[in-house]
């Protein structure tokens, strides 16, 4: 048996009670294979609803080995997946769309639909970004927030494809808000609205983060000496009682960078200070390099000193389909109670 068969092997073994467990749930959406941590840095393996999407980050994988790793999580998990392999190791994390090892089929994809704590999600081997349409390290955070978002005014901060805006609807919030700039990830946010017709409808706000954030929580749009800033939708003043704050590592922008190394202050003070008295921030840093420990000392201390002290905090750790060796996940997330 080939390392790599080995390898999965034993994550398959490894995830067998995490695996019932999540189908009970009403999931069929999870890390098979977590290569870095499980034996082979750089592949991971997906289950997306009916499609098993393989991705790799160093090394192009021999189209043998992905074909006997297809049949080998076909045979244990006893159903056929539809196999899309997205390589991503030539820079970038671009996929190679010219599919030199394997052209997934047609309806490897088409549109599928996806399930997580009972809800649908919008499924889509390929489209215009390289990310897959869900991130499945924050299952926890969004199942979270299904729990706790019962009459509550609700605020998904760089919300993606709105899977925690989605989580709040399902969880009874009474008014759930979603913003993120770009258009195409509200879209698909839309679309998980439609496949999941029994919730209230969701508020999308396309806006960059900077302005948006400031105007929501009551502070000036400053422009930078000599920089005129582009036009951006004007918004009220407003308060939430539950805040998701989960931003990308990097971006940068005209009104700001976004730093999750260098500068988590200035996402975060507009955060707290848009979260009503008595309220939850739920905040992210899915930077690998920072440690926990320092990057919650970071968050408590400006929260004292903006003068929204955290009462409580609490870790909320990805689920075992993402183990970590070193007990460090990458994806980071504190709920901090106000
Ligand atoms: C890593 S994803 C966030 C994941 C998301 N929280 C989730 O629940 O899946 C990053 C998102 O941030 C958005 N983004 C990046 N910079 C932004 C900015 N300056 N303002 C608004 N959205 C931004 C991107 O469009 C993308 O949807």
Redesign the pocket.
Known sequence: MSSLNQALRAALDARQQLLSELHAQGTDCYRLFHGSQEGAGGLTVDRYGPQLLVQSFHHTLERDALLDLHGHIERELGLPLLLVYNDRSQGNSRIDRRDPVYQPSEAALADLVGHEWGLNYRVRGRHAGQ?PL??LD?RN??GWVKQHSAGKRVL?????????GLSAAAGGASAVCN????EG?LAVGRENGALNPQLAPMEFIQ????P?IRQLAGLPVSQRRGHKLPAYPRLEPREFDLV?L????W?K?A??T?DLLRDYQSLLKPALLSTAEGGVLIC?N?LAKVGLDDWREQVLRCAQKIGRPVREWQVLKPADDFPSLDGQPPLKCLILQL
């Open positions: 990310d869900l991130f924050l955070a969004r998904n901060l760089f919300a993606y494809t709105c899977g925690v913003l993120d700039f770009a990830n806006s960059d983060y900077f948006a998701l989960d931003p990308p590592a971006a922008s009104f700001g976004v992210c899915n």
